[in-house]
Each structure stands twice: as C-alpha cells, then as structure tokens.
C-alpha cells in the first residue's frame, strides 16, 4: 500500500488498541490520511481537554482518575462521526472500555516484540507507567500481564516489527475486508 493511496471512509470507528510504541498513533495518522476520517489520539484528547500533559495528570490526580477519562472519552466516540481511535495502551484493559469500542467499531491490536518495544520508546519521558524502567525485560513481563486482555479485545491482529506503516495500513484493509466491513 503506497503513502499516496486513497481508500473510502469506514463505515464504522477503528480502534487500535495495543501496548505502548507498538505505532498505533503512527497507523492511525496513515489510516486517517489515505481515508479522509477523523483521527482521535485519545492521550492527546485527554491531554487538551484536562490542560495537562499525561505525566501531570497521573502526578496529580493519579492512574484511576486518568482511566475514567478514557471512559467518557471512549463513550462520546461510539456515538457521533465514524472515526479512526488511536487509544491509550491501557484502554482496552477495562471491560467496559472494549464495550464501547464494539459498539460502534472494529479493534484493531498492534503488536511487536518487547525488544523492538523497548527500542521505540527508549529515552520517552511522557510514558508514567514506564519512566522508571524501559528495559525489554520488564517491557515483556507487563505485556505478558496484560496479553489475555489486549487478545480477548481484538477483532484483528497485526505485527508491526520492521513494517511501514505502509505495509500495516495494507494489512488492516485485507482483514477488515475479510470480515465484511465495507469501506468502499
Ligand atoms: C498507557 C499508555 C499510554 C498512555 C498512558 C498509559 C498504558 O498511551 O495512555 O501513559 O497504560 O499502556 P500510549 O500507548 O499511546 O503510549
């Protein structure tokens, strides 16, 4: 799939969901250029609306409060225009949260090893859950934590190591096509 090509809108949200640096924001903006839809990277959402960046909003009100955003936030977005969902690595962790995401959408999981995982986000301050420790091996102990969740939520998987987004957005339109969505 070239950067130029232009496929019609979903008929319904895509929600990528996935660990943190395995390029949902990156599939996203490509999935939004070559569709025309709407992209909501909910951090940055969040992140506006409270006037705060995600490291301050954990500091100040902490991890529980920052997950009720992303409730409400997911709520709002499974009524209203169709749109393409980069969420937050922890969203599909609630129940709840992939209810939403169905209701109006496909999820989409993103994966990659740990190493490649550990190398994307090397250095990355705005990441509370992963400022004290970026090493492979914690970076695979935590995914393993949270795999059964990310796998349960899933309609489509795809790998993402040493692919362009490119070659990723291809991927999703063949899946997607293969469960009947139409989007074109
Ligand atoms: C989180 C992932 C982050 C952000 C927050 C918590 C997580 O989003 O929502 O730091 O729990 O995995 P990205 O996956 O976009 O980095």
Redesign the pocket.
């Known amino acids: 799939m070239k950067d130029h090509e232009k496929i019609a809108p979903f008929s319904c949200n895509i929600a990528l969901i996935?660990?943190?640096?395995?390029g949902?924001?990156t599939v996203a903006e490509c999935l939004g250029r070559m569709s025309g839809m709407r992209v909501v990277?909910?951090?940055e959402e969040?992140a506006a609306r409270q006037g705060m960046t995600?490291?301050e909003i954990?500091a100040k009100h902490g991890?529980r409060y920052?997950r009720s955003l992303?409730t409400g936030l997911l709520r709002e977005l499974g009524s209203g225009e169709n749109c393409i969902i980069?969420?937050?690595?922890?969203?599909a962790?609630r129940e709840e949260n992939v209810a939403l995401m169905k209701r109006n959408g496909k999820v989409v999981l993103l994966t990659a090893a740990p190493e490649t995982i550990a190398r994307r986000?090397k250095g990355d301050s705005?990441?509370?859950?992963?400022k004290d420790n970026q090493s492979a091996a914690y970076i695979a102990d935590m995914m393993e934590a949270?795999r059964p969740r990310y796998e349960a939520a899933a309609d489509i998987v795809i790998q993402t190591d040493d692919r362009t987004a490119e070659e990723i957005c291809g991927e999703l339109l063949t899946k997607i096509r293969g469960m009947g969505e139409k989007d074109v």
């Open positions: 996935g660990f943190m640096g395995t949902k924001s990277e909910m951090d969040i995600i490291p954990f991890e920052f992303e980069s969420c937050g690595g922890g969203a962790l986000v705005t990441r509370p859950l992963l949270r």
